[in-house]
Nanobody
Framework: QAQLVESGGGLVQAGESLRLSCIVSGRTFSRYEMGWFRRPRWSEMEFVASISWSGVSQSYASSVKGRFTISRDNAKRTVYLEMNNLKPEDTGVYYC??????????????????WGQGTQVTVSS
């Protein structure tokens, strides 16, 4: 089983930026698609962004497209989520997740088998 540890969350004002990081151990990181999901306080888990095993393909929720960027550094076994122009509706607990081997950036959380503990992002208006 893989271990995933997120970091980088915090409290920011609307319009500011944050970068989340997630370091992975226990698997050959470079072979797996990775995703970011979030759980707003009063809602269900939702897809945010994903990246294919190769890094060539990315997928974004429509609510974050153009503001968020997912990337990966295989040498550091780390996936990042750069979040710009944050809005209050981006508030929630953000989770990184490890998906399928040689996966192509799935948006379905059922395709993700291992999850981090989550990091809180709070955006004030």
């Amino acid at each position: 089983q893989a271990q995933l540890v997120e970091s980088g969350g915090g409290l920011v004002q609307a319009g500011e930026s944050l970068r989340l990081s997630c370091i992975v151990s226990g698997r050959t990181f470079s072979r797996y698609e990775m995703g970011w999901f979030r759980r707003p306080r009063w809602s269900e888990m939702e897809f945010v962004a994903s990246i294919s095993w190769s890094g060539v393909s990315q997928s974004y929720a429509s609510s974050v497209k153009g503001r968020f960027t997912i990337s990966r550094d295989n040498a550091k076994r780390t996936v990042y989520l750069e979040m710009n122009n944050l809005k209050p509706e981006d508030t929630g607990v953000y989770y990184c997740a490890l998906g399928a081997e040689f996966g192509l950036a799935s948006r379905d959380r059922k395709d993700y088998s291992d999850w981090g503990q989550g990091t809180q992002v709070t955006v004030s208006s």
